[in-house]
């Protein structure tokens, strides 16, 4: 965008006031569910996670936190076992998220999309902050 100046403002003109990191969409398959017909089979979860960084310059992936973590996380808790509820599991990644200092804020949110025969999706949204 030049908006009619003659100059190219650099990166290092500017101040930086956040940072913006998603995962949105993830499918994974889990032990989920507090009923008798959803304990020994997988289901389908999707998974939208947005942090909010501290304010930084980013140069390399050092300087970020990589999807893959996000993801990883997320597999994690699948691995360890049988979740209850969506909100337990959206509360576990939410956490698992901010072990990483430079996350500010987390929004979790979790769907299940078989939960509700007549719905698109039920699910739910976490948030936690420092």
Request: net charge negative.
């Amino acid at each position: 965008m030049d908006g009619g100046a003659t100059g190219s403002t650099a990166i290092a003109d500017l101040r930086v006031e956040g940072l913006t990191v998603f995962v949105h969409g993830l499918e994974i398959q889990a032990g989920i569910g507090v009923y008798d017909h959803e304990h020994g089979r997988l289901q389908p979860l999707i998974i939208d996670v947005t942090l909010e960084l501290a304010p930084a310059v980013v140069e390399s992936l050092a300087d970020t936190v990589n999807y893959e973590d996000v993801a990883a996380a997320a597999r994690a808790i699948v691995a360890d076992g049988h979740v209850g509820l969506v909100e337990k599991f959206a509360e576990r990644l939410a956490v698992a998220c901010l072990d990483d200092a430079r996350v500010r804020r987390v929004t979790v949110r979790v769907e299940k999309p078989t939960a509700l025969e007549a719905a698109k999706a039920a699910g739910c949204e976490v948030v936690l902050a420092r």
